[in-house]
């Protein structure tokens, strides 16, 4: 590691844990830092996680079916909030599980989830495919409100969709505003999953998957409709990755950040669903500029097949299919991302079940990744750092 790098890593840590402990921590509902992350951070001593991190019913974690995992952070509360596709989980405690088409999850320290509320409590939408489902979200604070968009599709769909609702909460309820466009109507192929936030004052939807590109485009202010209208965004789009091809080395879960002035752009790749059997995986790239070009540390762009740099690969003695995922800080400015997998060890091993991993530069690339670029799975680490669980101590 070097010195240098380190010695700047530690200082951050001492001033985001003062300003953390007053109430102004770090943004993590639109991860954005010119900062360096360390593989050699200060970690914490009263949050460790034990992945798959299962949610809480009664007080115990409780296997619960969990694709597609979104998190933000609520600047006032410091509470963490979950999203993901709909699924059945435990309501209130019950140990029946029921059908949720907008699960939220609630959480102080992004391990000990407990569920929270539904984003379609009062609300079927009706504007895509009979019996489509709610899939893959995404959340960002724009104003005083939270914006909640999703993809509406179902398997083999032709014309799937992206929606929005917004509420006052990061748990409703909700205000919904149904259709924000058909995949026919902007002129992408497979138009779903969402990805929306904000630089430099401009609010930005990246979204896409396999048999379409990954593009980028513009919404208004609020956030609530395509800045200048349909035709101007179908003519102004931009394509940053992806081809044609419907295959399973194309991309979709398309999640950009900015670091370091720098954008990041996550994506996954590989086979999502088969179970034990599942390629999926995360891969990144970056560019200087929000529109691109996005390449990887070979200099290749994302136009095409087994590209981009690994930040999370499956693993037959541990997680298969990792991939699709958000990324949150901790209260030391540390990333951590959050993506779903097949537990190989669990007791559902043909569930996509929830992961939590902390992020690091690969000093050779310049990029993301995990450390080995696999899950860890079924052994205890020390989690995020959260000020008000470690009680003031930092050890430097």
Not at 5 to 10: A, D, F, G, Q, R
Not at 186 to 201: A, E, K, L, R, Y
Not at 239 to 252: C, F, P, Q
Not at 274 to 282: K, L, R
Request: glycine share 10%.
């Amino acid at each position: 590691m070097n010195k240098t790098i380190l010695t700047k890593s530690l200082s951050l840590a001492f001033v985001l844990l003062v300003s953390s402990l007053s109430g102004c921590g770090p943004n993590v509902s639109n991860p954005d830092s010119s900062e360096v992350v360390s593989s050699e951070m200060v970690v914490s001593k009263n949050n460790n996680y034990v992945n798959p991190t299962y949610p809480l019913v009664n007080d115990q974690k409780e296997p619960t079916y969990l694709a597609d995992p979104y998190v933000i952070r609520d600047e006032e509360s410091s509470i963490y909030y979950m999203y993901g596709t709909q699924t059945e989980v435990n309501v209130n405690d019950s140990l029946v599980k029921y059908f949720v088409r907008g699960p939220v999850f609630e959480s102080i320290d992004l391990v000990n989830w407990r569920y929270k509320s539904n984003v379609f409590a009062d609300y079927v939408p009706n504007w895509g495919k009979s019996s489509a489902g709610v899939w893959a979200p995404t959340v960002v604070k724009i104003g005083n409100y939270y914006n909640f968009y999703y993809s509406l599709s179902i398997g083999g769909d032709d014309n799937p969709g992206i929606g929005v609702a917004r509420s006052l909460t990061p748990y409703g309820p909700f205000e919904h505003y149904g259709k924000l466009f058909s995949s026919n109507e902007i002129g992408v192929t497979n138009s779903i999953d969402p990805h929306v936030f904000i630089d430099d004052g401009k609010v930005y939807m990246v979204f896409g998957s396999y048999g379409g590109l990954i593009t980028l485009l513009e919404l208004t202010s609020d956030g609530l409709g395509l800045k200048g209208g349909l035709e101007e965004q179908v003519q102004n789009k931009v394509a940053l990755g992806g081809y044609s091809t419907y295959e399973m080395n194309n991309y979709e879960g398309a999640m950009i950040i900015k670091y370091d002035s720098q954008y990041f752009l996550f994506l996954s790749t590989g086979t999502c669903c088969s179970g034990a059997q599942s390629t999926y995986n995360v891969v990144v790239a970056k560019s200087n500029n929000v529109a691109g070009p996005y390449l990887d540390s070979h200099g290749r762009d994302l136009f095409g097949p087994k590209r981009g740099d690994q930040v999370v690969v499956p693993s037959l003695s541990g997680a298969m299919g990792v991939g699709h995922n958000g990324i949150a800080q901790d209260d030391l400015g540390e990333y951590w991302i959050i993506y779903h997998g097949f537990d190989t060890q669990g007791v559902k091993p043909d569930w996509r079940v929830t992961y939590l991993d902390r992020l690091s530069i690969n000093e050779e690339t310049g990029m993301f990744e995990v450390k080995g670029k696999k899950a860890s799975n079924h052994v205890e680490l020390p989690g995020p750092y959260i000020a008000s669980l470690e009680e003031g101590l930092l050890s430097v």
